[in-house]
């Protein structure tokens, strides 16, 4: 049984940071994909960042060189860390696996979600 459990969101104000963990339980946390996507109310699910077995990583254009994704793969936890906050990054963010490799950040290639944790920016 693959879990995905998010922490660290909170209410923060812009220019701020945050970092938001991911720990994995059931999920063979060194293969695949992981990523991490967010949704605002009224809007689709956006991936933001994508990290591959071998460590790589891909990011969306509107987050990149302010979110940062990494992994600890003895902690079977995996990280963003975002800065210089903007109201615009006001959502829920959601954690999401893919065993298999291939790193696209659309929705409808991952099989695990978190439940989300919010993050808000005043």
């Known amino acids: 049984h693959v879990q995905l459990v998010e922490s660290g969101g909170d209410s923060v104000q812009a220019g701020g940071s945050l970092r938001l963990s991911c720990a994995a339980s059931?999920?063979?946390?060194?293969?695949?994909?992981m990523a991490w996507f967010r949704q605002a109310p009224g809007k689709e699910r956006e991936g933001v960042a994508g990290?591959?077995?071998?460590?790589?990583?891909t990011y969306a254009d509107s987050v990149k060189g302010r979110f940062t994704i990494s992994k600890d793969n003895a902690k079977n936890t995996l990280y963003l860390q975002i800065n210089s906050l903007k109201p615009e990054d006001t959502a829920m963010y959601y954690c999401?696996?893919?065993?298999?490799?291939?790193?696209?950040?659309?929705?409808?290639?991952?099989?695990?979600w978190g439940q989300g944790t919010q993050v808000t920016v005043s």
């Open positions: 990290i591959r077995r071998d460590g790589t990583t």
């Open positions: 059931g999920y063979d946390f060194s293969g695949g994909c």
């Open positions: 999401a696996a893919r065993p298999v490799a291939g790193c696209l950040l659309h929705a409808s290639w991952y099989n695990y």
